[in-house]
């Protein structure tokens, strides 16, 4: 199964991705975990995207665009994948479904996990990150055994710099402005979901099983 996500910052996108990989075995392809992790470095890539993703900007397509090209055509992509955070833009799109048809295998789904604004904003104002794994928590609805520290691996949990309100309300924008019309694009191809995100994890986690167990068992998809 070859697919993306699609919502806004708060969606759910990210802990919806987690439950897919492990459920249907496609790697998790999340475009921020991995300019997280270029950031950490201190090359030429990491000071070109910086300001972008401090900004909470979108990073300039031709960037994303070669680094997830590398990434699917790696062997562990062989079975499909979930694309979580791209595309984000119409020229991303057009890009991915020009790499995915020049190999034969195009998108078999576009999951639109839709919420409020007022959703969103409550979710990433409370949202904390493991430092070492990248691991989501949220305070309420999804707090660590113990507070602080990720269960997982036991790294230390903090508050990403973008999820300050400021940064989250442009984040907001900007994906109304420039992600939005991929709902369009994908409507067209006949090929997006529409999953109410608004519902609690375990709610939403339902219905994303009840549109891909049918995919997942067909072989050409
Ligand atoms: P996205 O990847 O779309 O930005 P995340 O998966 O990181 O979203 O979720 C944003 C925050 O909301 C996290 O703190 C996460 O734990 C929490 N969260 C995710 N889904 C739900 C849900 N259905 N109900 C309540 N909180 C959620
Ligand atoms: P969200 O919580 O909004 O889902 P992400 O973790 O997906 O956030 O993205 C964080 C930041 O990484 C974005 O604000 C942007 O600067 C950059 N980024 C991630 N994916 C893309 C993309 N496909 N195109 C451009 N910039 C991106
Ligand atoms: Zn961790």
Known sequence: MRLVLLGPPGAGKGTQAARISAKYGIPHISTGD?????????????????????????????????????????????????????????????????????????????????????????????????????AVYHLDFNPPRSPGVCDRCGGKLVQREDDREEVVRHRIRVYREQTEPLLGYYREKGVLREIDGNKSIEQVWEDVQRVLDPLAECGDC
């Open 34 to 134: 991995m300019f997280r992790e270029i950031l950490k470095r201190d090359d030429e890539l990491a000071r070109k995207v910086r300001r972008y993703v401090e900004a909470g900007d979108l990073v300039p397509d031709e960037i994303v665009v070669e680094i997830v090209k590398e990434r699917i055509h790696r062997p562990d992509c062989g079975r499909g994948f979930i694309l979580d955070g791209f595309p984000r833009t119409i020229p991303q799109a057009e890009a991915l479904d020009e790499i995915l048809e020049a190999d034969g295998t195009p998108i078999s789904a576009a999951l639109y996990l839709w919420v409020t604004e007022d959703t969103a904003v409550m979710r990433l104002s409370r949202r904390r990150v493991c430092e070492s794994c990248q």
